[in-house]
C-alpha cells in the first residue's frame, strides 16, 4: 500500500501522526503527550474523513 499513517516522536518528545503517501508526509496532526491519544487521532481521521466537506477557496 502506498499511503499509511506512522507515529512517530517530535523534537518535543510528544507522539504525532503522519499520513505518508509513497514515502512523503501529506499531513501530520498536532504533538500529543501519549501514543493513546496519537491512534485516537488517526481513529478520528479514519472515521471522519471521508466525508468530509472540500471548501474552495480559490475562487
Keep these: 500500500m502506498a499511503h499509511k499513517f506512522l507515529i512517530k516522536k517530535n523534537k518535543a518528545g510528544e507522539f504525532v501522526a503522519y ?16 501514543k493513546a491519544s496519537a ?9 471522519n474523513g471521508p466525508d468530509a466537506e472540500v471548501d474552495d477557496q480559490t475562487d
Aim: aromatic residues 20%; without cysteine.
Design 39 to 47: 491512534k485516537n487521532a488517526i481513529d478520528s481521521i479514519k472515521k
Design 19 to 34: 499520513f505518508t503517501y509513497n514515502g512523503e508526509s501529506i499531513f501530520w496532526t498536532e504533538g500529543y503527550a501519549s
